[in-house]
């Protein structure tokens, strides 16, 4: 059952993700759910035996289908990064480290002894050979630490002070990614048993991954597509508020300037060649407030002010998830 209804929850993810998509807007959740999606469609029986020919035979859609969700797990843990504010450091050569597990598990896989035909169980027919543990852990060790510490940056973006949806979302990623990680230990222990050829036994430990791997996709779904759902109706209760929050953003930024000091455009100037929308004014003013704070370090904000400093701010981090 579990082969049907995942790929059936990540397209459903997919269309959430694509629906509302705006111009502008960072691809990697949309790129990450397709390729999931497609991932577990490969792995619905009829559609493996009936693809599996068709490139070549050998269980290469299982080869296809590992990549597939290599490439998802890179561009889900550059989503959620980007969404939570995660370090920025390493984001340039980021992608050598999937390309590596894939090269690995690409070498691992062509050194398993098959026999001919195509097999829906890879692991169950050859878990019994090194190359074929070291393909499966390949993936699913990235696919843990990965997600474990995708996990780990939703939890430090201080999602008990985030809004409402956004902290829910971010709420469901983390406990998605603890039970991705557990998914993932999961089959490290089943490959190892299987490699010293307790197979009964790693068949019995198998019986826990369907469910681990449903319960974490749903979870990280329901993460991702949350904030999609409800972005109309969220943007719309933000535009509400957004005049108060500019007028009372402007008054703390001149309150903390001096005459000498002014580190702004004025009111609905943009920089040149930009477009303005309700989170580039707000974050705009947000930066600018902090702005003359750091360089008049004797102001010191009302609790009223900040606030507005501070719901600003939480505005912000809701409208980059949505």
Sequence with gaps: MNAVVLPIVMWAVVVACAVPFRRGRD???????????????????????????LIGGRNLTDLLKQTLFVG??????????KAVG??????????????VVVV?????FSQVAMGAGTTTSF?????DQVPAMVYSMAHFVYFGVTLGAAGVACLRSGFRLAPGIVRWSLGFLVAGS????VTALLLVVRDVIAVTGRTSLAVTVNRGYGPLLLLSVVLVAAGLALPRLTGGATRRSIARELPGLVAGLEALRDRA??????????????????????????????????DEMFLNPDFAPTDAERAVLDRSERLVSRLELI
């Design 72 to 81: 998802a797990v890179y561009f889900l843990s550059r989503g959620i990064a």
């Design 123 to 127: 692991m169950t027919s050859y878990g």
């Design 104 to 108: 690995v598990q690409t070498v691992a």
């Design 257 to 290: 300037s001096s005459p000498d000091r002014r580190l702004r455009l004025p009111v609905g100037v943009r920089a040149p060649g930009g477009t303005a929308t309700p989170l580039d004014e707000l974050h705009r003013l947000v930066v600018e407030v902090h």
């Design 178 to 181: 603890a039970s991705s990680v």
């Design 86 to 99: 995660g370090p920025s450091i390493g984001r340039g050569i980021a992608w050598i480290v999937p390309a």
């Design 27 to 53: 691809t990697s959740v949309l790129v990450a759910a397709t390729l999931m999606a497609l991932a577990f469609t490969v792995t619905v029986t009829p559609v493996y035996l009936a693809l599996d020919p």
